[in-house]
T-cell receptor
Framework: GAVVSQHPSWVICKSGTSVKIECRSL??????MFWYRQFPKQSLMLMAT?????????EQGVEKDKFLINHASLTLSTLTVTSAHPEDSSFYIC????????????????FGPGTRLTVL | EDQVTQSPEALRLQEGESSSLNCSYT??????LFWYRQDPGKGPEFLFT???AGEEKEKERLKATLTKKESFLHITAPKPEDSATYLC???????????FGQGTRLTINP
């Protein structure tokens, strides 16, 4: 259980184009999803927190107009990198926090496999 | 502000050589301390959640322990397939997000 998928797993695009990354919780509903980016040999950097049906909360220094987040349902969140530039090249990872199910309360986040974005 | 510091930054062991990874934390109202394993080019894989001092959890060759200020991930008789980066994170009271440490890059030589 607690499987999170991301699509695509890797993408190469030209500078100036927009790229959409999908994050899905496959066997549970997620009230909250998170988007991270990770540079080589560094830890995860939280970009934004996304709650279903409401606007995302962005971390300080993250441009909300550049990184558009949509959490349209309890199993799907998308990250769109608009007008991508080479400095946006990175490893993007999403995670999902399961909805409370019966008497079970989850404090864990479960992570997707990541998306490698390369902007030429 | 919640903070997590992991040490060492990197650790190289021989197969079968047991050791421990450290995670020191400061948090307001701990709602969980989490250990994840991350392989190169992949997302983190959940290992353990600890909630209170004195708690211990085990999985195969790994055992996680918790005190009021730090957590240890003990690795007993490791194998090369245990090579990975191990991440520690905390969730504080009232917060949805996790605060991560920088990770410990573990290499097990055959």
């Amino acid at each position: 259980g607690a499987v999170v998928s991301q699509h695509p797993s890797w993408v190469i695009c030209k500078s100036g184009t927009s790229v959409k990354i999908e994050c899905r919780s496959l066997d549970f509903q997620a009230t909250t999803m998170f988007w991270y980016r990770q540079f080589p040999k560094q830890s995860l950097m939280l970009m934004a927190t996304s709650n279903e049906g409401s606007k995302a909360t962005y971390e300080q220094g993250v441009e909300k107009d550049k990184f558009l987040i949509n959490h349209a349902s309890l199993t799907l969140s998308t990250l769109t990198v608009t007008s991508a530039h080479p400095e946006d090249s990175s490893f993007y990872i999403c995670s999902a926090h399961p909805r409370v199910s019966g008497s079970v309360v989850y404090n864990e986040q479960f992570f997707g496999p990541g998306t490698r974005l390369t902007v030429l | 502000e919640d903070q997590v510091t992991q040490s060492p930054e990197a650790l190289r062991l021989q197969e079968g050589e047991s050791s421990s990874l450290n995670c020191s934390y400061t948090v307001s109202g701990l709602r969980g301390l989490f250990w994840y394993r991350q392989d190169p080019g992949k997302g983190p894989e959940f290992l353990f959640t600890l909630y209170s001092a004195g708690e211990e959890k085990e999985k195969e060759r790994l055992k996680a322990t918790l005190t009021k200020k730090e957590s240890f991930l003990h690795i007993t008789a490791p194998k090369p397939e245990d090579s990975a980066t191990y991440l520690c994170a905390v969730r504080g009271g009232g917060a949805q997000k996790l605060v991560f440490g920088q990770g410990t890059r573990l290499t097990i030589n055959p």
